[in-house]
């Protein structure tokens, strides 16, 4: 029943089926393409530990992915997510010094889901089993750099503006 909804979810709901994103890792920058042309392009950060799939690994899957949910829709800029739900707190400059080893995750969640079986998809490899997401980050954070825990980091600002212009279904390539 997992699989048949996680499958379901994966197909786009909305929106142009040419739309896809592709994250660098090599080059830490994230773009949005319609087809062949450039829609927008953004820094990001992405896994210290480097490209790598399996669970607990702390690094970025690689692969195809598909947005499996959209989080967050109507939180201010800056709300702060733990375990994917809204705490009604907002990350500002002080809090972020409070706790800057703090894994933040902020202002619009994007949830993946692998779509190659055995590479980012089932068993010790599945992306979204490992909640793997495109997420906000304090604005304090360096982008370019990688330095996340295996997700895709980026400043609130992008991550509000890649939100609106992506939907459920949307394809993402993460290479290296």
Request: hydrophobic share 40%; charged share 30%.
């Amino acid at each position: 029943m997992v699989a048949e909804d996680r499958t379901q979810s994966a197909r786009p709901a909305t929106g142009d089926a040419r739309r896809r994103v592709l994250v660098s890792l090599s080059e830490q920058r994230l773009r949005l393409l319609d087809g062949s042309e450039l829609i927008a392009e953004y820094p990001v950060s992405t896994a210290a530990n480097g490209a790598g799939e399996l669970e607990g690994s702390h690094k970025t899957p690689r692969g195809r992915h598909a947005i499996c949910e959209k989080i967050g829709e109507d939180a201010p800029r800056g709300a702060v997510f733990v375990g994917r739900r809204a705490t009604g707190e907002l990350c500002t400059a002080a809090a972020w010094a409070a706790a800057p080893e703090r894994d933040w995750m902020l202002t619009r969640i994007l949830w993946l889901d692998g779509l190659e079986e055995g590479v980012n998809r089932g068993g010790a490899v599945d992306s979204r089993r490992r909640y793997i997401y495109i997420h906000g980050t304090p604005d304090q954070e360096p982008m370019g750099v990688a330095r996340s825990h295996g997700c895709v980091r980026m400043r609130n600002d992008d991550v509000l503006a890649l939100f609106d212009l992506v939907a459920v279904g949307t394809e993402v390539e993460i290479v290296e």
